[in-house]
């Protein structure tokens, strides 16, 4: 699960990045490097944090 | 009362009374006045050029004048002083010019440099905010790893983190040339040049690097990246195991950091996002909102993933618990600090005082004042209306918050701009502390993720809202024409280059982060015992509490 989340979390950045190649225009680069900050977020709140989440201290005896 | 309504009415009366002479008073006409004859335009002087024959003549005290001393400073500093490069030739026009343009880098070199002395300063009022927010148990330890990330940190950036970060920078023009940082690693993408990694500059002595302005800027740029070093230390306090700090903060300054640095301030591919694919003015971050601040924040929140909470911050259902700070008055006092020393950074990162827009260091620093007082007021007001209290911790969380979210746009906004930036940050991140706690079930002590991490996107973002288009350093930013323009002011491109931004922080710096918290984790182990923890870290991790005569006198 960890490891998934780290390439979903890059997999956002990579979008945005080909953002730069996919259109010249201001509103389709706007959207998808939106589209990839939250795929990131995604991948750090959704799927990072509850993987961690599931070994917390207080969930243990 | 009475008499109070008197008055008023008395001087209310005497105003209607004049106001049709006041509105009388419009200005006249211009009287017509006899045609004058075409006006007389004195022409200006051509000034005499100055020969070297006439610097001979330059009067300059005797020695016998000035071994009389020299109480009211009249005769010191005068002609004599000036270096002659051909003493049989005495004082030339070109030793003039020489020494004109010395004295230009000589005061950028010294507000550099003291001003990257206030920023070193802040490392102290890092300690205190950290030390003071935990509990007396872990004070040697949080105390140890703020001193210790500094002598690390630094010399991790002095092996390599330096040249990666500067070491393709080129010339630095405020600081006289640096030259010898002219080699940038680039990759060829979507037709353009990629700046990823600078190549010159390792331990201070690689190709030619042993030079005065590279010093200045080495000196600068780290006590920037110390300042992001030592972020993660609290998110992290009270279970972070000494060793695994030191090696994590070792890579924190060796490559995270001056990777992300170097996109955006070495001659990356982020500060060209203008000159290549016409986004604005490229990525802006003029001190560090993205570079330093959310750098810092989101790797102290990939550390304190790894590590979990603290035993006790959450109960069985997860609900967080409240674990009190042990001397507010050191929090607090931590938080003046950090403010003072903003000086240093916000005003610092003209890198210099003449030239280049050098005298926008006062907008600077007045930008600096303001986000951090509407960013005080800002939280202290929302923890007023929604907790009943002005809460003292969360109060100076709003104080950093502003500073944070100003120090990447603090050199392209007005002052009103500032002022919302700071407002929006305080409310922010108190929002923010309580999504991390609640939501996220993170503990982290001191709000860091928060206050550097969240704050410092929000600069990001605010910039490429706010900018107004007015800001000049010498004609051009990052290679293209033109003053630094956002949304607000007609540019949409520049948001999107700042979001860009964004997206590389969260997803690129987050992950390299999290890769390396874990291999470090698998290596020694980020977390310290739990019996280490519950009896606090001093002891079993520094061999020495922090206060022993109040611990002598407790109770327990």
């Known amino acids: 699960m960890i490891l998934i989340g780290i390439l979903v979390t890059l997999a956002g950045f990579v979008l945005s990045v080909l953002s730069l190649a996919a259109t010249s225009s201001v509103a389709g680069r706007l ?31 | 009362m009475k008499v109070a309504t008197k008055s008023f009415l008395v001087v209310l009366l005497a105003l209607v009374c004049t106001a049709p002479f006041s509105f009388a008073q419009t200005p006249a006409p211009p009287a017509a006045t006899a045609p004058s004859a075409t006006p007389s335009v004195i022409p200006a002087p051509v000034p005499k050029p100055i020969l070297d024959s006439d610097l001979a003549n330059v009067p300059v005290p005797s020695a016998e004048v000035r071994a009389k001393g020299d109480p009211d400073g009249s005769l010191t500093g005068n002609a004599s002083d000036v270096t002659v490069s051909d003493p049989q030739k005495g004082l030339r026009i070109g030793d003039l010019v ?33 030390t003071g927010l935990a509990r007396a148990k872990n004070a040697n330890h949080t105390m140890m790893m703020n001193v210790a990330v500094y002598g690390v940190g630094m010399f991790a950036y002095w092996l390599i983190g330096f040249a990666i ?111 290549n694919f016409g986004l604005g003015k490229g990525y802006c971050d003029f001190a560090g909102s993205g570079v330093v601040h959310a750098v810092g924040g989101l790797s102290a929140l990939a550390i304190a993933m790894i590590l979990g909470p603290r035993i006790g911050k959450f109960s069985r259902e997860g609900r967080p618990q409240v674990i009190l700070a042990h001397d507010i008055v050191m929090v607090l006092t931590g938080c003046l600090i950090l403010a003072f020393g903003w000086f240093g950074f916000n005003p610092g990162s003209t890198l210099g005082a003449s030239g280049n827009g050098g ?72 929002l923010s502390v309580g999504f991390v706690e609640r939501v996220m079930q993170i503990d982290d002590p ?111």
């Open chain 1, 31 to 61: 959207t998808m490097v939106l589209a990839g900050m939250a795929i990131s977020l995604f991948g750090i709140l959704g799927l990072l944090n509850k993987a961690f989440l599931k070994n917390a201290v207080w969930k243990k005896g």
């Open chain 2, 98 to 130: 020489n020494q004109v343009g010395q004295n230009k880098i000589a005061i950028n070199f010294v507000w550099t440099l003291i001003t990257g002395y206030l920023v070193m300063f802040m490392q102290l009022g890092f300690a205190l905010l950290e």
């Open chain 2, 165 to 275: 970060q500067m070491g393709g920078v080129g010339a630095v023009a405020n600081l006289g040339g640096t030259a010898p940082l002219s080699a940038e690693f680039t990759a060829t993408l979507f037709g353009k040049p990629f700046g990823l990694f600078g190549q010159h500059g390792m331990f201070l002595m690689h190709k030619g690097t042993y030079d005065v302005g590279v010093m200045v800027l080495f000196l600068f740029q780290m006590v920037f990246m110390d300042t992001g070093a030592t972020i993660p230390t609290g998110a992290a306090v009270e279970r972070w195991k000494f060793s695994a700090f030191l090696i994590t903060s070792f890579l924190f300054a060796a490559f995270t950091y001056p990777l992300f640095a170097n996109w955006a301030w070495g001659g990356g591919w982020l500060a060209n996002l203008g000159a």
């Open chain 2, 359 to 430: 005298l926008r260091i006062s907008s600077i620093a007045v930008n600096t004042m303001l986000a951090s007082a509407t960013g005080l007021i800002g939280a202290m007001l929302y923890m007023w209306i929604v907790y009943k209290k002005p809460d003292a911790s969360m109060t100076g969380n709003g104080f950093l918050a502003g500073l944070v979210a100003i120090t990447a746009p603090s050199g392209f906004v007005n002052p009103v701009g500032a002022a919302i930036i700071g407002l929006i940050a305080g409310v922010l991140v108190c």
């Open chain 2, 446 to 556: 001191v709000g860091a993720v928060s206050v550097h991490g969240t704050c410092g996107l929000w600069g990001v973002i605010s910039l490429g809202l706010f900018a107004d288009g007015k800001s000049n350093y010498g004609g051009s930013w990052n290679g293209v024409n033109g003053s630094v323009t956002g949304l607000f002011y007609g540019d949409a491109g520049q948001l999107v280059a700042q979001l860009i931004g964004v997206a590389t922080l969260l997803g690129f710096v987050f992950s390299l982060s999290l890769i390396f918290g874990i291999v470090v984790d698998l290596l020694v182990g980020q977390r310290t015992s739990a019996k280490s923890e519950l009896e606090g870290l001093d002891l079993p991790e520094m061999g020495a509490i922090a206060y022993p005569e109040f611990e002598l006198k407790s109770p327990s």
